[in-house]
């Protein structure tokens, strides 16, 4: 089936840092969404990206939907011990019946205070 | 407030029992979606909604199964043919199929 695949898979970072963090498929999307899910809680969207090459920023992170259609980035500047968590990607797949969303692995975030 | 209601957090069932996890929103969303999340995992999805009274499978239904008779609520039984059902659920729902998802909090089942 369709697959989101993320980058890096985990990462530990000193605070204070900036971190990056991508996802990319072989197939084109519509919307791409990025979460955040914190230990034992649901994901809480962080950026919805509705247009290729759109940058979009919430507070100190910044998505940008690719010009292709099949990558987005998702940056956090100066990080904090809070952003420590599991950052997923999601997109739906085409209208039609195919417009399920389907989520990558996530980016586990680790910052050391 | 509107949101998505999951209940409850934590769940311990005897192996053999169906057991039924609850999932309410009061968001007026047509679809709602229930995905499997195992350690280490990315998220899976057990079965969807796009409206009332309709659902569909989705990648991993076996031993589930789900209702949709009111527009806000979407519960989810684990049935004893589920093979491995210890694992954090999530309920989320969207304003119509395939569009930006709301989750709840989850309820970790623990099956013993």
């Known amino acids: 089936g369709q697959q989101l695949n993320q980058s890096p898979q985990s990462m530990f970072i000193q605070e204070g840092e900036d971190v990056s963090m991508n996802c990319t498929s072989s197939?084109?999307?519509?919307?791409w969404l990025w979460y955040k899910q914190d230990p034992g809680e649901g994901p809480v969207l962080l950026i919805a990206l509705y247009k290729a090459g759109e940058l979009t920023s919430n507070g100190r992170l910044t998505a940008q939907f690719g010009i292709t259609r099949k990558d987005s980035f998702l940056n956090i500047s100066a990080s904090i011990p809070s952003d420590v968590g599991i950052y997923f990607c999601a997109g739906p797949l085409s209208a039609g019946s195919q417009g399920n969303l389907i989520f990558g692995k996530g980016t586990k975030l680790s910052v050391k205070p | 407030d509107g949101g998505i209601t999951q209940s409850p957090k934590y769940l311990f069932r005897k192996e053999g029992q169906n057991v039924t996890l609850s999932c309410e929103q009061n968001l007026n969303h047509d679809a709602m979606y229930w995905y499997r999340q195992d350690p280490g995992q990315g998220l899976r999805l057990i079965y969807y909604?796009?409206?009332?009274?309709?659902?569909q499978k989705g990648d991993i239904a076996e031993g589930y199964s789900v209702s949709r008779e009111k527009k806000e609520s979407f519960p989810l039984t684990v049935t004893s043919a589920q093979k491995n059902p210890t694992a954090f659920y999530l309920c989320?729902?969207?304003?119509?199929?395939?569009?930006?998802?709301?989750f709840g909090q989850g309820t970790r089942l623990t099956v013993v």
């Open positions: 989320a729902s969207s304003i119509n199929f395939g569009t930006t998802a709301f």
């Open positions: 197939s084109i999307f519509n919307t």
């Open positions: 909604s796009q409206i009332v009274n309709d659902f």
